[in-house]
């Protein structure tokens, strides 16, 4: 059976817009990234995946350990439901609140671990909790965006703390403190997890970036290593996190770290078929119907400007899936209440009929929808809720 006929086949009954996600691409992907991790742990992002049963799906598997999350308030959600007992909280959190009801609960203490990457965070936690508060658990996180040159910054904006005396420093600030543990370290190297090496149909951006992220490595696995050394001399680390689903060969391959990252790599999204290593199988999509046919070769949808954060450029913009041959109109796009596609197939589709996209990002899907029903085969198993179905919104 064609993929475009199994998933109309399975979800006959719903009208769109709607989200699946095909477990057996979902399940594929997350054996595939247990292969790639070489045997290191993976902590899984919650952030590509904002759906609690997939996260226990995931989680289930051999291979899977802990998780990490964007936001206090939802690593202390996910504790209150016994998710796991290990959950990183890798943004830095100034809620105030979040923080009182985290030193409130003793299990959530025992589970939860704040991202620190100044003394300043240390300030803030005591102003909100007072001089003698319980111990939080903390992570160093460590900058490892590549800076070949004064001034040439390459990478996400993280941490400051770049060198591995910077790290020792913060990490004694840390233990003097009363009411702190230092129990890891971060340290996420987006400018190779995050960046495909192959962009299609660009051939020389991918030569550059190539370049740029063999240099980045060579340089990152020795100033890795120098700071976690010299900051195991000041406390014992439960773990050292790093890469994402773009990197977990090459940062699998640094004895420094001792857990990898990863969360797109299950979803599939478009941003991550720009890799020459490996393809992640498109497992979470979204169906849109057809409302009007305003001319020949064009066929307009309801809804679908699902536009995924970042650089305001054309590959945040959902794209047409299934049937293929389809794209969207360059003046026009995806919009809030329609989203045009022209191309060969346009023409045979007709009102009420489905076009399945996918989304530039894997888990900003999930707060545009309610539910996630998991498709296996040509039937429907399960609908779920995301965390929008459960009322829970932490970005």
């Given at each position: ?24 691409a979902f399940d ?25 049963a997939l996260l ?84 160093l996180e460590l ?253």
């Amino acid at each position: 059976m064609q993929p475009r006929t199994r998933l109309d086949a399975a979800t006959k009954e719903f009208d769109p817009p709607f989200a699946i996600v095909d477990l057996d691409a979902f399940d594929g992907n997350a054996d595939d990234l247990v292969r790639r991790a070489g045997g290191r742990p993976i902590r899984v992002a919650s952030k590509s995946v904002r759906v609690r049963a997939l996260l226990e799906r995931v989680l289930d598997r051999p291979g899977y350990a802990g998780v990490m999350c964007y936001s206090l308030a939802e690593a202390l959600w996910l504790s209150s439901v016994d998710l796991s007992e290990d959950l990183l909280v890798a943004y830095p959190t100034v809620d105030r609140a979040a923080l009182r009801a985290l030193a409130a609960d003793g299990v959530a203490r025992r589970r939860v671990t704040i991202v620190v990457d100044s003394t300043d965070h240390l300030d803030l936690v005591r102003a909100a909790l007072g001089e003698d508060h319980p111990e939080i658990r903390v992570c160093l996180e460590l900058d490892v965006s590549w800076r070949p040159l004064p001034g040439l910054h390459v990478g996400p904006r993280r941490s400051p703390v770049h060198t591995a005396r910077q790290a020792r420093a913060l990490a004694e600030a840390i233990t003097r403190r009363p009411g702190f543990r230092l129990v890891g370290v971060m340290a996420y190297e987006g400018q190779v997890a995050g960046l495909g090496d192959q962009p299609p149909g660009k051939p020389l951006r991918g030569a550059v970036l190539r370049w740029m992220q063999k240099h980045s490595v060579a340089e990152l696995v020795e100033r890795r290593s120098a700071a976690v050394h010299a900051v195991r001399q000041v406390a014992e680390l439960e773990f050292v996190n790093g890469g994402g689903t773009g990197s977990l060969e090459v940062t699998g391959a640094d004895p420094s770290v001792t857990e990898l990252a990863a969360g797109s790599g299950l979803v599939g999204p478009t941003l991550f078929d720009g890799y020459r290593g490996f393809r992640p199988r498109p497992a979470v999509l979204f169906a849109l119907p057809v409302v009007r046919r305003p001319a020949r070769g064009v066929a307009t949808l309801f809804a679908g400007g699902y536009i995924a954060s970042g650089t305001a450029t054309p590959d945040r913009q959902p794209t047409p899936y299934l049937p293929a041959g389809l794209k969207l109109l360059p003046l026009e796009g995806a919009g809030e209440v329609q989203t045009p596609v022209a191309g060969k197939t346009a023409d045979a589709l007709r009102l009420g009929d489905r076009v399945w996209m996918r989304h530039a990002k894997a888990g900003e899907a999930a707060e545009r929808f309610t539910h996630y029903h998991l498709v296996r085969g040509d039937a429907v198993e399960r609908t779920v809720p995301t965390y929008r179905g459960e009322g829970r919104s932490f970005g």
